[in-house]
Each structure stands twice: as structure tokens, then as C-alpha cells.
């Protein structure tokens, strides 16, 4: 099967006062269509870095990320915008929300900014992750569970190809966390769709079809 996503000797590196700091240090991966992998590590070990270079967000110091064979680094700055609007998904530790807008309209963002109307498909998201009755709730209005929920719908709008989350049960409880992640999976596997997750929870990870465990930034296990 022909991978989804491709990462190919990626390096970072930062600069903190005169001493520099290797963040991502030779990682090669890829990932399938349909392929739920989760990224673990200790605190500082690349991992956040290394899904923000995959998702186009964090431009890598040397290597190449292909993305349904396309470069992602090598495309102009609108290009790649675009391909993160409409092929890519993204979900929060931070719920990032906008206070002022209710749950449906936070969802709706994404497409407006592609152009579209997709009231329909934001209501039938809203109904897939059990808030069919909070669409007129505003953020304030909701639990940390429920703005994630809000959140996780807001990345389906545009039906990506793949989904990245980072840390997206830091700020809830166990329980929270738990049902999250298996909301996660479930909408990921229904619609043969790429999951790739940032996580401190080993248990959590080990519920996807891979872990992938970096150290000092290297892919240190997968498993």
C-alpha cells in the first residue's frame, strides 16, 4: 500500500542564547491510509515537533515531507495553506475555540474559509460526536469534554485524508480523555481516514494500530 504521508531524514534544531538544541534528528516514517498511529515520548523528545513538520506547520531544517505525493515544503505558501485546509485535519490540547460563536459556527470555520456551505455536514458532525442538542451553545456554555467534542468535529468539516491531534486529552480528566481518544479512532477508522497522535499516555497510545516511541529525537521503538 502507498503510504499517505512520508517523512524522509527530517532534522530540526533551535537556537535558545548561543547554544543550539537537535529537536528531530534523522526520523524517516510513514503512514498508510486508514492507519491510526500514535507518537509517545517524554516531555522534550521531539514529538510535538515532529507531528507539526509532518501536518506542514514547522518547516523541517533538512529532509523532505511528501503528503499524497506531493511536497509539502516545496509548495508556495498559499498552496500549502490550501492542501491543510482541505486534505488536513487538526486537533488541540487547547480547544481553540473562538468564544464568540456557538458550537455549529466554531465547526463551520474551516469551510468558510473554504468557500463553502456546509451547515448540513456540520450538523450531521455535531450529532457523530453526541452534541446534537448543544449546536447554539456558545464555549463558555460547555465542558471541557464537550469543547473538545466541538473541536474534533471543527477538523471533519472539510473531510481530510488525515487527522493530526496533539495532546488532545491534556486538558480533560481520565475518563474524558479515554472517551476522546476512543472518538478519535472510531471517526478515523469509519472513513478510512489517517490518524496520527501526539501523546504522553502509553495506554492510551497502545489503542491505535501503531506506537511510535521518540527519544532525544530519534524513533527510538515502534511497535
Known amino acids: 500500500m502507498t503510504p499517505r504521508l512520508q517523512a524522509r531524514?527530517?532534522?530540526?534544531?533551535?537556537?535558545?542564547?548561543g547554544?543550539?538544541?537537535?529537536?528531530?534528528?534523522?526520523?524517516?516514517?510513514?503512514?498508510?491510509?486508514?492507519?491510526?498511529?500514535?507518537?509517545?515520548?517524554?516531555?522534550?523528545?521531539?514529538?510535538?515537533?515532529?507531528?507539526?513538520?509532518?501536518?506542514?506547520?514547522e518547516t523541517p531544517e533538512s529532509g523532505e515531507v511528501l503528503f499524497e505525493d506531493k511536497s509539502l515544503y516545496a509548495l508556495p505558501?498559499?498552496?500549502?495553506?490550501?492542501?491543510?485546509?482541505?486534505?488536513m485535519g487538526f486537533v488541540f490540547q487547547s480547544y481553540f475555540l473562538l468564544p464568540e460563536l456557538t458550537a455549529l459556527e466554531n465547526i463551520l470555520v474551516p469551510a468558510m474559509i473554504r468557500g463553502h456551505d456546509a451547515r448540513k455536514?456540520?450538523?450531521?458532525?455535531?450529532?457523530?460526536?453526541?452534541l446534537a442538542d448543544r449546536a447554539d451553545h456558545l464555549?463558555?456554555?460547555?465542558?471541557?469534554?464537550?469543547?473538545?467534542?466541538?473541536?474534533?468535529?471543527r477538523s471533519l468539516i472539510?473531510?481530510?485524508?488525515?487527522?493530526?491531534?496533539?495532546?488532545?486529552?491534556?486538558?480533560?480528566?481520565?475518563?474524558n480523555g479515554a472517551v476522546i481518544i476512543t472518538?478519535?479512532?472510531?471517526?478515523?477508522?469509519?472513513?478510512?481516514?489517517?490518524?496520527v497522535v501526539?501523546?504522553?499516555?502509553?495506554q492510551l497510545a497502545r489503542s491505535g494500530d501503531r506506537l511510535v516511541r521518540i527519544e532525544d529525537g530519534r524513533i527510538a521503538q515502534p511497535l
Not at 198 to 202: A, E, G, I, M
Request: glycine share 10%; charged share 25%; aromatic share 4%.
Open 19 to 57: 547554544s543550539r538544541i537537535e529537536v528531530l534528528r534523522g526520523i524517516d516514517l510513514d503512514i498508510l491510509p486508514g492507519e491510526t498511529v500514535f507518537l509517545c515520548g517524554a516531555s522534550g523528545a521531539g514529538k510535538t515537533t515532529l507531528l507539526y513538520t509532518l501536518a506542514g506547520l
Open 183 to 195: 472518538l478519535l479512532l472510531d471517526l478515523a477508522r469509519m472513513d478510512n481516514r489517517s490518524l
Open 121 to 130: 455536514r456540520a450538523l450531521d458532525l455535531l450529532d457523530r460526536v453526541g
Open 77 to 87: 505558501g498559499n498552496a500549502l495553506a490550501r492542501l491543510r485546509n482541505q486534505r
Open 158 to 175: 472539510n473531510d481530510p485524508a488525515i487527522l493530526f491531534a496533539d495532546e488532545p486529552t491534556g486538558n480533560l480528566d481520565s475518563k
Open 139 to 153: 464555549p463558555a456554555e460547555l465542558s471541557g469534554g464537550e469543547q473538545q467534542r466541538v473541536a474534533i468535529a
Open 9 to 17: 531524514s527530517i532534522t530540526r534544531s533551535f537556537r535558545i542564547g
Open 198 to 202: 501526539v501523546t504522553h499516555d502509553d
